[in-house]
């Protein structure tokens, strides 16, 4: 009841309706059980709504963390079922060098480890290159022997489309990027859009010969 609420409270479904993700709405429906193959894809929301941490104009990397921290069951209700929460600042030596990812989540549906990064300003190729160095370390020194290779998740305040493609597109490892919001998006926005990508979805369906939102259902 709680995810409910949540979902509702923060309009989730017109949210997971404008994913970017256009191609995965398309094939939304197929899968029927909760036992189902799940992709990393699939996993992430874009973007995440964080209005619970109640944070000011101005705040830093730490700020950010800590709060959603202090607003951890809220925060699991916002990523989706499935994560558990294994710690934060989990410290790594590569080198001469020490690093620490901000938070480290496991998820149970694709079984394996989820790296998250926090970015205050927008996401830039480097980022991807940081969470790909992670990514090589975590699968060789965290996970276990039965789990599959890590995921990397990079939460930002913005993200160019095609500067997130061609950083993230080919990678051994899956590196995912997603925008955060600290508050509400606006109603008749979401819904102008909804509205929108309704339209581009059936324009691209009759073009491919593929069946219409209304023939699937």
Not at 22 to 34: C, D, E
Not at 46 to 53: H, S
């Amino acid at each position: 009841m709680r995810q409910l609420e949540r979902q509702i409270g923060s309009q989730y479904y017109e949210r997971a309706a404008l994913s970017r993700e256009k191609a995965a709405l398309l094939t939304q429906g197929a899968a029927s059980t909760p036992e189902d193959a799940m992709s990393p894809q699939e996993l992430v929301r874009d973007p995440y709504v964080l209005e619970f941490l109640d944070l000011k104009d101005e705040y830093s990397e730490s700020d950010l963390e800590t709060a959603l921290i202090q607003h951890l069951e809220s925060f699991l209700l916002e990523l989706g079922s499935g994560f558990t929460f294994i710690g934060r600042q989990r410290r790594l030596r590569i080198g001469d060098q020490w690093f620490r990812v901000d938070l480290l989540f496991f998820h149970r549906r694709l079984r394996c480890l989820v790296v998250i990064d926090l970015k205050l300003g927008a996401f830039n190729h480097a980022d991807a290159g940081q969470m790909h160095m992670y990514l090589n370390y975590a699968r060789e020194h965290w996970s276990l022997p039965d789990e599959n290779p890590p995921v990397g998740l990079i939460l930002c305040a913005q993200k160019d489309e095609a500067i997130a493609k061609y950083a993230l597109d080919g990678l051994p490892n899956q590196v995912l990027a997603a925008e955060y919001r600290a508050a509400l998006p606006d109603e008749q926005v979401l819904i102008a859009e909804l509205d929108r990508t309704r339209q581009a979805l059936m324009a691209r369906q009759a073009s491919s010969g593929e069946p219409t939102l209304g023939e699937q259902s």
